[in-house]
T-cell receptor, first 117, second 113 residues
């Protein structure tokens, strides 16, 4: 099946620094990529939707200046957590869609666990 | 707006027993419903989906789910649990009018020998 790769899988950083997480679709071109945040024992919370070559659409309550999303190509999207603080510590998951989401062709990365000290 | 609620954050069954994971949805438009499974240290994998047509849908690994509009439910079942079924299961909803997916909180399934 289609493969989505996230890197790094785990990252620890100091408060105030910025961290970049990459999401790549390895064997297909993704029309849309999504970024989710998952808190322990909670749902995947959609943060933003990104389409190649255009600005990401952020969900209400998600700071776009804090969570910078770049979707430079049909196979790569990046999430940069700027000036990270301990409350940003979380599990971040990306997914990539081939066509429309409701067709079910949505593939997920393995997630990236961010710990901010 | 669409949402799903998964009843029970943790379900424990014995090997060979029936698995029932509950999901109820809320949607003002016809929903498309999904079940995903997440094994440790892996990404989410699609188990099955309901879009239109037959309300009983079969997925991989012997799982199936039934869309019941009158009950706004999409419960996941498997007649006989296997040790390898131990994982986190997520119910999700979207529609033909949306291009994003909303997830439930997840249910952790434990299978006892």
């Amino acid at each position: 099946g289609a493969v989505v790769s996230q890197h790094p899988s785990r990252v620890i950083c100091k408060s105030g620094t910025s961290v970049k997480i990459e999401c790549r679709s390895l064997d297909f071109q993704a029309t849309t990529m999504f970024w989710y945040r998952q808190f322990p024992k909670q749902s995947l919370m959609l943060m933003a939707t990104s389409n190649e070559g255009s600005k990401a659409t952020y969900e209400q309550g998600v700071e776009k200046d804090k969570f910078l999303i770049n979707h430079a190509s049909l196979t790569l999207s990046t999430l940069t957590v700027t000036s990270a603080h301990p409350e940003d510590s979380s599990f971040y998951i990306c997914s990539a869609a081939v066509g429309l989401v409701h067709t079910g062709e949505l593939f997920f990365g393995e997630g990236s666990r961010l710990t901010v000290l | 707006a669409q949402s799903v609620t998964q009843l029970g954050s943790h379900v424990s069954v014995s090997e060979g027993a029936l698995v029932l994971l509950r999901c109820n949805y809320s949607s003002s438009v016809p929903p498309y419903l999904f079940w995903y499974v997440q094994y440790p240290n892996q990404g989410l994998q699609l188990l099955l989906k309901y879009t239109t047509g037959a309300t009983l849908v079969k997925g991989i690994n012997g799982f199936e789910a039934e869309f019941k509009k009158s009950e706004t439910s999409f419960h996941l079942t498997k007649p006989s649990a296997h040790m390898s079924d131990a994982a986190e299961y997520f119910c999700a909803v979207t529609s033909s009018e949306n291009n994003d997916m909303r997830f439930g909180a997840g249910t952790r399934l434990t299978v006892k020998p």
